[in-house]
Nanobody, 115 residues
Framework: QVQLVESGGGLVQPGGSLRLSCAASRSVFTMYNMGWYRQFVENQRELVAQISSGNNTNYADSVKGRFIISRENAKKVYLQMNNLKPEDTAVYYC??????????WGQGTQVTVSS
């Protein structure tokens, strides 16, 4: 129903920063809640940050104060990641948090934090 493409990941040193981008094929990000998730090896995806159509935001305790989710428009969402830690290493995905798009996941973007 919607195609999602994540980008911006890479290899960074602890304490570094990255900005992840999510591009959608349809104008959905202003209509529904949007979330960033991450998947560790041998684990399910976990919610990292979420932004509502009214711009309310929620963050996982582990990233609060370090990550910022924002929306540029209905097709572009970002995740600013600051003060990265090795435990942030994961594949990051964006997602439209509505049942209609439950199975619509992109390929994700790899974030590796290592010294």
């Amino acid at each position: 129903q919607v195609q999602l493409v994540e980008s911006g990941g890479g290899l960074v040193q602890p304490g570094g920063s990255l900005r992840l981008s999510c591009a959608a094929s349809r104008s959905v990000f202003t209509m529904y809640n949007m979330g960033w998730y991450r998947q560790f090896v041998e684990n399910q995806r976990e919610l990292v940050a979420q932004i509502s159509s009214g711009n309310n935001t929620n963050y996982a305790d582990s990233v609060k104060g370090r990550f910022i989710i924002s929306r540029e428009n209905a097709k572009k969402v970002y995740l600013q990641m600051n003060n990265l830690k090795p435990e942030d290493t994961a594949v990051y995905y964006c997602h439209v948090d509505h049942g209609l798009f439950r199975n619509d996941w992109g390929q994700g973007t790899q974030v590796t934090v290592s010294s």
